[in-house]
């Protein structure tokens, strides 16, 4: 028994100065031993309705010979008044998708392929994520990954990116840079709110787009609470911050009252509502948890119901360091945290969404393509005139589905 404790003890002492030694080697440092775990639920295998026969449609790019593809890593499809379809794609663009048809050049409304023109409208220097339609407008506010939060008038012959908020007020009073921007809604009011995932930055790949995947990884592994859910006042150019220390704050979504809004907190797996009136005024809550998935995007519909995005369901590596002791757990993390990202472990091929009721939390459907034939890695899923339009950092099409 002595010498078990002994042993105990000693691995324990390593397992601290490995973590405060790899610290000096990451440009983050190394993970922090963190307790807190995210609670899932195992993938009913049963349930896949994401594919051809049960109703799922591709938009893909309608190709010509010597045309730059545009529709490569759709992460969100955002819909206007009008109906009309863009995509905030891979290298910064926003792109509209027009004269939809089929191959057989028909109306495509019974095709599961469906083929589209593609036209770059504006493009960003850092990388488009979520992003929402002002109602009635054609001025579009999206959050970029390394600018901010940031708008263009799509109304406008020749549409100009507008950097609209870039660094926030601090209760301290300091300035604090946006190093994340995430997704974006728009509530009744004209109010935008708007996540803040990370304080980890994106790197650029060769191709010089954003990995916006990877810097999440890290965010992942380094466990610290970062992300933060903000509001901005187009009417006085003013910004606050709502909420903060969420584990990677993600989709923003509105209810159609601007009751409340809710927000995808990613590495604990669950959807948070944070009450803008009422008696909770202020207040965060979890209303939505044990997913199979890992939550994303979020959008709420006029029927009361909301919808999220789930890419990947919980790889078995985090599985595994779930049953470890946290300050294990931390030295493990900060080993992964040091390979190359071209090794790095990736997501699982899964494509999911949830639709819930965001009052009670209760599980309404599950939408989901178990083994990732057909669609994977859903990022994003934006409600329209009763269709989901689904987008995805890996994809090279827009998923529709018929609800």
Known sequence: MIRF???????????????????????????????????????????NNLNAAGGLKKIYERKYPGKERYLV??????????????????????????????????????????????????????????????????????????????????????????????????????????????????????LVYFSDASTVISERDPDRSLDVLYAYKIDLMRGIKSGRLLRYNPQNDETEILAEGIWFANGVAVDKDETFVLVCETSLFRVLKYHLSGTKQGQLEVVLDILPGVTDGVDCQS?????????????????????????????????????????????????????????????????QDPKGDEIIGITAVTEHKGKIYLGSLENEFVGVYQL
Do not use: W
């Not at 790899?22 to 440092?29: E, N």
């Not at 290298?91 to 050049?105: A, M, Q, R, T, Y």
């Open 5 to 47: 404790v002994k042993h105990f003890i000693g691995a324990v002492v390593l397992s601290l100065f490995m973590r405060n030694y790899i610290c000096f080697l990451l440009p983050y440092g190394g993970a922090r031993i963190n307790a807190e775990r995210g609670a899932f639920s195992e993938v009913d295998t049963s349930v």
């Open 73 to 190: 890593g759709p992460e969100t499809i955002v819909v206007d008044d009008d109906s009309n379809i863009y995509a905030l794609t891979k290298g910064g663009k926003i792109v509209l998708l027009e004269n939809l048809s089929s191959p057989n050049h028909g109306s495509g409304s019974d095709d599961v392929v469906i083929y589209a023109d593609t036209k770059v409208v504006a493009s960003s220097v850092g990388r488009p994520l979520g992003g929402k339609f002002v109602p009635g407008t054609k001025i579009l506010y999206f959050a970029d990954a390394m600018l901010g939060l940031c708008r263009v008038n799509l109304a406008l012959e020749h549409p100009k990116i507008e950097l609209v908020v870039a660094e926030v007020e601090t209760s301290s009073g300091s300035l604090s840079p946006i190093l994340y921007a995430d997704d974006v809604d728009i509530g009744k009011s004209g």
């Open 303 to 367: 029927s009361g119901n909301c919808l999220v995005a789930m890419p990947t369901t919980v790889p078995d590596i985090l599985k595994m360091l779930y049953k470890m002791p946290p300050f294990i757990a931390a030295v493990l993390k900060s080993l992964l945290m040091m390979l190359p990202k071209q090794i790095s472990p990736g997501p699982v091929h899964y494509g999911g969404v949830v639709e819930f009721d965001p009052y009670s939390g209760k599980v309404k459907r599950i939408f």
